[in-house]
């Protein structure tokens, strides 16, 4: 499928399937930001006990979430069901993304045993499906692709389980991207994170075209490695712009997609534009649906690791036809 043939087909979904309110072309003025969140937003904090477990592990063998490190709002229902999204590499980042509460600035050296503690830590919680994703590295000569690859490695000779990777995107180098599919992870996920007109507001240093070759690399590489991204949504995109970007994942045969609404981490970072009800979520699922992904997840609370293993395994081995 052509780049032109894709968004024609992202047009004549958007009426068809009656996708939700627009937000607009461009981000609305500082006074017309939402202030308070909406009901949906709001739900019961699990009971503290189940915690525990996962955080305590997390802390006796020094590793690093993403689960804390970017206040993730599913922490507590995530570890209080002894699962986590592990970050690989340290906790600084060498970009200033402008949504993510990642500190940003000149990491420390990569700890060589880190692979052993982050094997050792999924087989004492027993996962059947591992996420592992880390900051962004360029400080580094592998940008950190072969400390994923022995990550992967080293929990794969642990125990039996699926394993995710959640990769920067290596600035699109495909010897780079190589060596993390040499491990053989069952699925390789890498956020655009939003729409192509808000990358530089929202990621600044990466590239929405980097971002895609990334995952055509992997999927041309090795099509048997189901290949993942998320959008965060109200950050300013239209609607029209989040079934394009849709289209654009498909058109390089990405099988997963998740969509999920952007909260403000801390008071630096970008502000919420909109907060989409849950009905456009529902609406923006159903193209995705349509368009033949293998598997979506789309609701306000979504996010690229959430129910990861579900998703994983209740994948079919075949993707639809490109519409």
């Known amino acids: 499928m052509s780049p032109a043939s894709a968004k024609e087909t992202a047009r004549v979904l958007l009426p068809v399937l009656g996708a939700g309110a627009d937000p607009g072309a461009t981000e609305a003025e500082p006074d017309a930001r939402p202030r308070r969140l909406p009901p949906w937003l709001k739900r019961p904090i699990p009971a503290a006990g189940g915690i525990g477990f996962t955080r305590d592990l997390v802390a006796e063998l020094g590793l690093e979430t993403v689960c804390e490190s970017a206040k993730c709002p599913n922490r507590s229902e995530c570890w209080t069901s002894r699962t986590a999204t592990f970050m690989v590499l340290g906790d600084v980042c060498t970009r200033p993304?402008?949504?993510?509460?990642?500190?940003?600035?000149?990491?420390?050296?990569?700890?060589?045993?880190?692979?052993?503690?982050?094997?050792?830590?999924?087989?004492?919680?027993?996962?059947?499906?591992?996420?592992?994703?880390?900051?962004?590295?360029?400080?580094?000569?592998?940008?950190?692709?072969?400390?994923?690859?022995?990550?992967?490695?080293?929990?794969?000779?642990?125990?039996?389980?699926?394993?995710?990777?959640?990769?920067p995107d290596f600035s699109g180098r495909p010897d780079l991207i190589d060596l993390v599919i040499d491990a053989r992870p069952d699925v390789f996920n890498h956020n655009l994170e939003t729409v192509a007109r808000l990358q530089r507001a929202v990621r600044r240093k990466s590239q929405y075209a980097t971002s895609l070759a990334v995952l055509e690399h992997v999927k041309r590489s090795s099509p048997a490695i189901k290949t993942k991204s998320g959008l965060m949504l109200g950050l300013g995109e239209?609607?029209?712009?989040?079934?394009?970007?849709?289209?654009?994942?498909?058109?390089?045969?990405?099988?997963?997609?998740?969509?999920?609404?952007?909260?403000?981490?801390?008071?630096?970072?970008?502000?919420?534009?909109?907060?989409?009800?849950?009905?456009?979520?529902?609406?923006?699922?159903?193209?995705?649906?349509?368009?033949?992904?293998?598997?979506?997840?789309?609701?306000?609370?979504?996010?690229?690791?959430?129910?990861?293993?579900?998703?994983?395994?209740?994948?079919?081995?075949?993707?639809?036809?490109?519409?």
């Not at 499906?129 to 880390?134: A, E, F, K, R």
């Not at 400080?139 to 990550?151: I, K, S, T, V, Y």
């Open 238 to 323: 239209t609607t029209e712009e989040v079934v394009e970007t849709l289209a654009d994942l498909r058109m390089i045969g990405c099988d997963f997609v998740t969509l999920g609404q952007y909260l403000q981490p801390t008071a630096r970072l970008l502000p919420v534009v909109r907060y989409l009800h849950p009905d456009e979520f529902d609406e923006l699922g159903r193209i995705a649906r349509a368009m033949g992904f293998l598997e979506v997840a789309s609701g306000p609370f979504v996010r690229s690791s959430y129910h990861a293993g579900e998703m994983a395994q209740a994948a079919p081995s075949t993707p639809l036809p490109l519409v």
């Open 97 to 167: 993304c402008g949504f993510c509460a990642v500190p940003r600035g000149k990491p420390e050296a990569v700890a060589d045993d880190e692979p052993d503690r982050l094997a050792e830590a999924c087989a004492r919680l027993g996962l059947k499906h591992v996420v592992i994703t880390s900051v962004t590295r360029d400080d580094l000569l592998d940008q950190g692709a072969g400390h994923f690859r022995d990550c992967v490695l080293a929990v794969r000779s642990r125990l039996d389980a699926t394993i995710e990777v959640l990769t």
